[in-house]
Structure formats: C-alpha cells, structure tokens
C-alpha cells in the first residue's frame, strides 16, 4: 500500500510565503494525477491546484497568479508554492494523487493526512 504525507504547513503572516511537500511512500508504478485541496472548519473541501502527470496545471480562481502546483515524477513528490498569502488561504491543505501500487492494478485514489495552513498577524 501506498501512503502520502503532506509537509510545509505552519503559521504565516499574510502576504507571507510557504511551500507545501507530498510525498508518497511505498512501491509506485504509477503516478498519475496530482491535485491540492483545501478545507477550512465548516467549509467543504475544495480544490485548490491539480497538475497532470505531463505538467498541465489548473487553479482555482482564489489562487491564480499567488499558487504554483508543482511535481517530480521520478520521486513521486508533489510541491505547492504558496506566496501572497492571505487569511481566507488558512485551511487544513491536502495532498491527492493517483496511483498504481500494484503492477498489474488499477490506479486508485490517495489521500494524504492533511497538514494546517494558518495566515494570521
């Protein structure tokens, strides 16, 4: 089985930067579509940025021209950069991505744990 583990998260000041990490774990064959999603307390889960496995990318509105989604195929690692901040940016950030784990098997859906973006002076 295969597992993603977000990393970047923390405590910015708005306008401030940071930089979001995913990395997936275990034996990948694989490694299809790749999105950012964000979900703040009563929200829904939205998504913020996917970028296929041949480097089309598509933003939400709320991030275009402040977020740039990002990845590496030979370490099956995705990257969001995140400048520009603002308060409404502060949500728990998600890692998606499609993987074949097995080398006969579908390719599934994965979710990484979440890590939390706060944007606050």
């Known amino acids: 089985q295969a597992q993603l583990v977000e990393s970047g998260g923390g405590l910015v000041q708005p306008g401030g930067s940071l930089r979001l990490s995913c990395a997936a774990s275990?034996?990948?064959?694989?490694?299809?579509?790749m999105a950012w999603y964000r979900q703040a307390p009563g929200k829904q889960r939205d998504m913020v940025a996917i970028i296929t496995r041949d480097g089309t990318t598509t933003y939400a509105d709320s991030v275009k021209g402040r977020f740039t989604v990002s990845r590496d195929n030979a370490k099956v690692m995705g990257y969001l950069q995140m400048n520009s901040l603002k308060p409404d940016d502060t949500a728990v950030y998600y890692c998606?991505?499609?993987?074949?784990?097995?080398?006969?098997?579908?390719?599934?859906?994965?979710w990484g744990q979440g890590t939390q973006v706060t944007v606050s002076s």
């Open positions: 275990g034996t990948i064959f694989r490694f299809d579509l």
């Open positions: 998606y991505a499609a993987l074949q784990v097995t080398i006969d098997g579908d390719v599934n859906d994965y």
